[in-house]
């Protein structure tokens, strides 16, 4: 696959609509999909969809007059840059079957990996109904309880990035507002309707005979499977969600309590909010989990107000740390994940990912490090359950690209390259940076950084352009991480240390 320009900053004020405007003025081809594939990183997806016959080249773009920001977005462009620069370097342009995206769970196939995860985006009939009509393989219910719940109002905050997008998401929601009795019905409709599709029942107990119970009746109304939710930050008072995480001999208690209620695959959800997940997870092994799932949210503050002195979401002048989540976590959840993969106590166990992941890279990445399942809530809150045409497109086309016959030859293969001690790393052989002149427009900002975070080895020349001192330079990359025009990329020119 090769790196092209970055489309996503070219249509950043794209407001992804529903039902949008520029679809609708368009009578050849459907320029909002196309858009949508290009911000979640499917152009190669988006250039096998657009025409070989090139229907923008002489259009006067009404999709363009039709957009709610009337000629901020620069569709024409786009679509001509999809057959000009993506469409010819396709190493695949005819349809791909699906097939390589089957895999399983716990023994059950599945159609592709990709579940939505316990959350309000799993939370009824037809919001599930919805998902799976829109290609998702499974959902993880939102976790049931016999707690009589009463969310807060607001529950959300966000940091967001400079088009408004979510950068990282904080939620004090707790459980399903649901009762048992009407959860389970869900679950017969569900797998009546839907009966490919799988279900993933989360459940939190308040003590043992709770989690035995909603196990058991979990089977009984056509769960597939089975998710013990110890790790909601939300839910810490008196020994549920994270309290239990955090504790190992808590893990394993209470995932044998599920044991005895049921005979199905089990998954322990566990909590970041540790040094370490490898001690909880084999706890939960020893209690009968068939496998875990990781991340749950974070705990976080979020946006102290300098004037009310109280952090978001606020409410009636109170907040409470809370869940973070979105695509700001996803390192964390990949070091998590990484950690279960390189387990041997744990091979051969069921692993679901979740943590940050919008896109199918970012799917990818978590089963390069050892995921079996992808499971996804931000990005779904944010951008609807219509991303899952190019998480599963995506993913698809890069397997075929690479040749995988399955999913599954993917998974694990990034975890020989990641330690957790840097005393492995060569440390001898330096990378010198390179510098595009043509795109660089001499703002000088690798010099500043270089400067006052590096080690003093660029100048700007008369003609404003980046001089190295190879002297100096140490290879760190800082230039290549804060140029705005991407003009700074790794150079071949390495040199090596006299040891």
Known sequence: MLER???RKDMLKC?????AP??????????????????FENEDGAARKYPDDNPCLNCDAPCEEACLKKHEVPVRELMLRLHDEVKPELELNETIDENRLKCNF??????????????????TYDMCARAFEAGWAGVAFKTICTIDIHEASPRFSAITGDNGAIIGFKNIEQLSDHSVQENMEIFRRLKENYPHKFILASIMGQNDEEWERLSRLCEENGADAIELNFSCPNMADGGLGSDIGQVPELVERFTACARKGSKLPILAKLTPNVATMS??????????????AAINTIKSIIGINPHTYVSSPAVHGMSAVGGYSGNAVKPIALRFIAELGQNEKLQGKHISAMG????????LEFILLGADSIQITTAVMQYGYRIIDDLKDGLNYYLAEKGFNSVMEAKGLALGSVSESTDMLERDTIIFPKFDKEKCIGCGRCV?????????????????????NGRNCVGCHLCVLVCPEKAISSSRKRITRAK
Do not use: M
Not at 15 to 19: E, H, R, T, V, Y
Not at 22 to 34: E, M, N
Not at 356 to 363: L, V
């Open 5 to 7: 320009k970055i489309y």
């Open 15 to 19: 407001a992804l609509c529903g039902d």
């Open 22 to 39: 520029c679809s609708k003025a368009c009578g050849r081809i459907d320029p909002a999909a196309l858009l949508r594939s290009i911000w």
């Open 106 to 123: 716990c023994g059950k196939e599945l159609e592709n990996p990709f579940f939505l995860s316990s959350s309000v985006v799993a939370s």
């Open 279 to 292: 001690e909880a997870a084999e706890a939960a092994i020893r209690g009968g989990a068939d496998g875990i």
């Open 356 to 363: 940050g992941i919008e896109t199918w890279k970012d799917a």
């Open 448 to 468: 500043i950084s270089c400067n006052d975070g590096g080690h003093q080895a660029i100048t700007l020349s008369e003609e404003r352009k980046p001089v190295l």
